[in-house]
């Protein structure tokens, strides 16, 4: 039987496991060094009042999990209060997908952003992901994003939507 609950930092290790397995099947590679530091920021976030994970446990094991913080945006004409969520690191073991567990993962997450009163919610949605966020009322919103990254850092992975692959972002 699945259980849901609110991850403490003792879950640090298995946040990080899972988020791996989401960054493989986006194809990226974890490294070491990134291992530590995510499990370091779960530990640290998972203790603060803007961020919450919630696991999903089959017979004593983290099978699934997600999470979710407050970010501080300036107010709209059409949101006075600039509060947003982001969800984001949803992942689910291979063998336990197709279960519900992303469900209730993604329902936590919401009754947290409702009880902070909380009125939009972001996230960014794989096409595997996207039937289920939209389930919750999410929809896909108009317009691109665009961001900028310090010379010499490593910008990560962009869509080559001409190839229909993921290429390395240049920078120049």
Do not use: N
Request: net charge positive; aromatic share 8%; with cysteine.
């Amino acid at each position: 039987m699945a259980t849901l609950r609110r991850a403490g930092s003792a879950d640090a290790a298995d946040l990080t496991r899972l988020r791996a397995t989401m960054h493989r099947a986006m194809g990226d590679v974890p490294t070491p060094e990134w291992e530590a530091r995510c499990r370091s920021d779960f530990r640290r976030r998972l203790g603060t009042g803007t961020f919450a994970a919630y696991v999903v446990e089959e017979e004593g094991a983290v099978v699934s999990a997600g999470a979710g913080w407050l970010e501080e945006h300036l107010p709209s004409p059409y949101q006075l209060d600039g509060r947003r969520g982001h969800i984001a690191s949803m992942s689910t073991e291979p063998g336990a997908r197709r279960q519900g567990h992303g469900r209730l993962v993604v329902g936590a997450l919401m009754g947290w952003f409702g009880q902070l009163g909380v009125a939009r919610v972001d996230l960014r949605a794989t096409p595997d992901g996207q039937p289920l966020y939209e389930e919750f009322g999410f929809r896909v919103l108009g317009g691109a994003t665009m961001a900028w990254t310090a010379p010499g850092s490593r910008p990560g992975m962009a869509a080559d939507s001409a190839r229909g692959r993921r290429t390395p972002v240049r920078w120049w």
